[in-house]
T-cell receptor, first 109, second 115 residues
Framework: GDSVTQMEGPVTLSEEAFLTINCTYTATGYPSLFWYVQYPGEGLQLLLKATKADDKGSNKGFEATYRKETTSFHLEKGSVQVSDSAVYFCALSENQFYFGTGTSLTVIP | GAGVSQSPSNKVTEKGKDVELRCDPISGHTALYWYRQSLGQGLEFLIYFQGNSAPDKSGLPSDRFSAERTGGSVSTLTIQRTQQEDSAVYLC?????????????FGDGTRLSIL
């Protein structure tokens, strides 16, 4: 069945460091891929999405490219800020949404 | 507001009691989803509605869990005879319609604690 595997945390980075959170997926067809972010005490918010192979989703300085050949959708940001501290969830949608277990990011000044 | 609204935001109850959680989706969204988020774990799919119908109830963990949706809008998730393992954050999401490309919009969740 479909599934999402993402990098386990927690991840701690200094401000302005480069961020990568790995996400790989298993799907039977052609899913859409998403990254959601959950700030402390809040619900999940859509961060970015990509609906087909080679699409790049981007928002707030974050990017992820839909790589069908490696079944991956890694999240990257060139320079993180303290305000990026949150839990990040990778997800795919193919008849149903499947979420990864989340990766906690803490950015320290 | 224009987002998904869930109530209550927090619920503490004794083991064995019934609880009812409410979700108000974004106006006009036909698809509605319930998830459970346990400490340190990802999101566990419970059930979804297309309109008032629930085609997929496979995620409900036991027959103590039920959900309904009326008027294509508000949904309630009911847990009967609560157990301590039911303690979790219950998240509701809605989307314009059920489609792979449609993102889900989440509420802030109901944090349920069973004593």
């Amino acid at each position: 069945g479909d599934s999402v595997t993402q990098m386990e945390g927690p991840v701690t980075l200094s401000e302005e460091a480069f961020l990568t959170i790995n996400c790989t997926y298993t799907a039977t067809g052609y899913p859409s891929l998403f990254w959601y972010v959950q700030y402390p005490g809040e619900g999940l918010q859509l961060l970015l999405k990509a609906t087909k192979a080679d699409d790049k989703g981007s928002n707030k300085g974050f990017e992820a490219t839909y790589r069908k050949e490696t079944t991956s959708f890694h999240l990257e940001k060139g320079s993180v800020q303290v305000s990026d501290s949150a839990v990040y969830f990778c997800a795919l949608s193919e008849n149903q949404f499947y979420f990864g277990t989340g990766t906690s990011l803490t950015v320290i000044p | 507001g224009a987002g998904v609204s869930q109530s209550p935001s927090n619920k503490v109850t004794e083991k064995g009691k019934d609880v009812e959680l409410r979700c108000d989706p974004i106006s006009g969204h036909t698809a509605l989803y319930w998830y459970r988020q346990s400490l340190g774990q990802g999101l566990e799919f419970l059930i979804y509605f297309q309109g008032n119908s629930a085609p997929d109830k496979s995620g409900l963990p036991s027959d103590r869990f039920s959900a309904e949706r009326t008027g294509g809008s508000v949904s309630t998730l009911t847990i009967q005879r609560t157990q301590q393992e039911d303690s979790a954050v219950y998240l509701c999401a809605s989307s314009l319609f059920r489609d792979n490309n449609q993102p889900q919009h989440f509420g802030d969740g109901t944090r349920l604690s069973i004593l």
